[in-house]
């Protein structure tokens, strides 16, 4: 799944308006994919039921990859300035 991504990013970096030569992207998606794993194992150790594991699990990655996102551009482009 990674490599499609990867492929489609490659083919036409402007898909989603990503400068090609910033890794913030690339960087936060890797963060979320261990973060949610590490998420998932903490509240199935304290809730105990699956699906609530889940549904939790998934709002949290949505709102804090967008908040992870906007924290990186926002850092490159504070470097850029100084």
Known sequence: MFKKIKNIFRKDPQIIDIN??????RKVLYWRVISTFLSMLIAFYYLGE???????????????????YIFE????NSKQIE
């Open 20 to 25: 090609p030569e910033q890794q913030s992207l």
């Open 73 to 76: 551009e926002l850092w490159d």
């Open 50 to 68: 699956l699906y609530d594991t889940i549904e939790m699990t998934v709002i949290e990655v949505f709102v804090l990859t967008i908040i992870h």
